[in-house]
């Protein structure tokens, strides 16, 4: 599918122009440079991860990222991955980082579509999933959208979970749908993008976003940076304070924004994801979004 959205500046700017839709963070960091995560856990009790672009690219897992998550452990500090990777049921997301040779616990893995699940309630959704994703985790009646007008305006809501196999067409379908009969839109990925192997993927909050512009219909977002996620990290964590938790990601506006309004700490990774290769001093300045820390890899 073509997009705008096909380098960081780009990306970037889409993330500027809904801003206002994005939590407000109060603060700033100095994205002071350290050399690995080992530097700081003395000012951290929980390392908190995104996926993409932290803890792997795609389907190739970063070089050192499940050695350190070992190292982190041995040094007394907890460990959970909050990705908006939302194609997957729990089983599936576990079994990717298994995949992936992550050591993880299953108890240790929080994903924005059990925040959007939670959020749905058992009604007559239109869903928009991956094609191999059962959906046996939804709630209420399911059908899936795709082709058929007539699909789109019998649903009471929509529900996006993935974008592997929407397109153009099918956008076009479901926003004359909800012109003509707004009804709730939750976005269970409030990324924009993701960044893959070979470029970037465009991803529901994308979408999502397009609905906001042009429809009437109420759209909720679930995921980075929006607060349901980090509270339910933070559900997790018994005794541990807010700024004892730090966020580790390659998104300014999904990963360190998202913690400075949950009150955490943030570590801004460079090498792989989002910004790689680019002027991050620069974006950062424009945005005015500064991790505490940041780093090259975890």
Not at 22 to 48: E, H, K, W, Y
Not at 208 to 215: E, P
Not at 233 to 243: C, H, I, N, W
């Amino acid at each position: 599918m073509t997009t705008e959205l096909q380098d960081t500046s780009s990306v970037f700017d889409r993330y500027e122009a809904i801003r206002d839709r994005l939590p407000v963070a109060s603060g700033c960091g100095r994205n002071q440079a350290i050399g690995s995560l080992m530097d700081i856990t003395d000012r951290v009790d929980v390392f908190v991860f995104d996926a993409f672009g932290v803890l792997n690219v795609g389907e190739t897992p970063i070089p050192g990222a499940a050695e350190r998550l070992d190292h982190l452990r041995a040094a007394g500090c907890q460990i959970r991955v909050l990705t908006n990777a939302a194609s997957y049921d729990r089983a599936g997301a576990i079994a990717k980082f298994k995949r992936l040779g992550m050591t993880l616990h299953d108890d240790e893995i929080i994903t924005s579509r059990e925040a959007a699940l939670t959020a749905a309630g058992p009604h007559h959704w239109g869903v928009i999933a991956a094609k191999g994703d059962a959906l046996g985790d939804v709630p209420g009646t399911v059908t899936r959208l795709g082709d058929e007008v007539a699909d789109y305006d019998a649903v009471d809501g929509v529900l996006f979970l993935s974008a592997a196999d929407w397109n153009p067409a099918r956008q076009a379908k479901l926003e004359a749908a909800l012109i003509h009969r707004p009804r709730p839109v939750l976005i269970a990925n409030a990324d924009l993008v993701a960044p893959r192997d070979d470029g970037f993927s465009l991803e529901p909050g994308y979408f999502g976003h397009l609905i906001a512009d042009r429809t009437q219909a109420v759209v909720s977002f679930y995921g980075k940076p929006f607060g349901d996620v980090f509270a339910m990290v933070s559900a997790t964590l018994d005794g541990v304070t807010a700024e004892r938790i730090a966020m580790c990601g390659d998104s300014l506006h999904t990963d360190i924004l998202g913690a400075r309004a949950a009150g955490w700490q943030s570590v801004l990774v460079t090498q792989d994801g989002l910004f790689a290769g680019a002027d991050i001093a620069a974006f950062c300045a424009r945005s005015g979004i500064h991790a505490d820390w940041q780093l090259g890899r975890i």
